[in-house]
Every structure is written in C-alpha cells, then in structure tokens.
C-alpha cells in the first residue's frame, strides 16, 4: 500500500475513522479468527470452503486496517472556516454559480478522505476543488470534465 503523507480531515471523520479502526480490531478481527479456528479444525483445508472465504477475508479486514492506521497515523485536522485573506482553502464552504445556471451550489472544500458530493463535501484533489482553490468572491473559475468545460463563479466564501 502507498502511503501518503497527509490526510485533510476535520476531527469528526477523524473520531469516525478511529471508531470504525477500534470496531474492525476488537470486534471484526476476533470474530474471524474464530472462523477460521473452526474451519481448521474441520480438517482437509483444500477443500473447505468456509476456509479459504475467512483467509480472503481476513485479507481485506487486516488491508482495510492497515489503511485506517495510516490515515489515522497521518492525519491532518482542518476546521471550517472563513479565510483571513478571502481565499477558498480546505475547510472553506464556498458558493458558486454555474454559467448559464440561476441555482447557486454550496460545497465544502474538504479531503479526499472526507469528500462526499451528495453531502456538498467535495475533495481539494477533485477538477473542481483544484480550480477553487486560492480564489476569491467574484472569480470566475474555469473546470476541465469529460463533458467539456464548466465555468463558475464564486459568489460567497464562508
């Protein structure tokens, strides 16, 4: 696994993250290994199927682990906030308007760990979040997609 070197995250998803790793280590992982000590103990391994599903996974619980670990070990708390120079930063809650459109949008700029579009949480590494980033109220922002480009314009910052 590729670790990174920081992960952007209010301290909620943080709190979530170290529940869900306690959660996955205390209860997941020794319900597993009961599994697997009673297909053992069942005989013949090259043929149980019971087996060989709890060591596949056991596999994705103990990654699955490994990954929380590292975003928690490398974890990098942000707030939301209102920034001091009037850019959007990470923790930013921006409202854009799109070209063309009357429905202004309001996104919080958060972490790829964080990000969730259905909640307005987009991530800082997304084409949008990229684009809004260091912009001020008033800056017309110009987004690559697969179905061309969008413009927006940032009409308030949060």
Do not use: C, W
């Not at 996974?57 to 490398?74: D, P």
């Amino acid at each position: 696994m590729v670790e990174q070197s920081s992960y952007p995250m209010t301290q909620a998803k943080l709190d979530e993250l170290k529940a869900e790793l306690r959660h996955k280590v205390e209860v997941e992982r020794p319900a597993l290994a009961a599994r697997l000590k009673a297909a053992i103990e069942l005989g013949d391994l090259s043929e149980n199927a019971d087996y060989h599903t709890a060591k596949e996974e056991q596999g994705f619980l103990e990654g699955r682990i490994q990954q929380l670990e590292n975003m928690i070990r490398n974890a990098v708390i942000i707030e939301e906030q209102d920034t001091r120079d009037g850019t959007v930063q990470i923790g930013s809650r921006v409202t854009v308007i799109e070209e063309g459109n009357t429905n202004p949008e309001e996104f919080v700029i958060v972490g790829k760990v964080e990000a969730n579009p259905r909640e307005g949480k987009i991530s800082n590494e997304s084409p949008l979040g990229q684009a809004l980033l260091d912009h001020k109220v008033g800056d017309r922002i110009v987004v690559r997609a697969p179905g061309g480009e969008l413009v927006f314009k940032i009409i308030a910052i949060n």
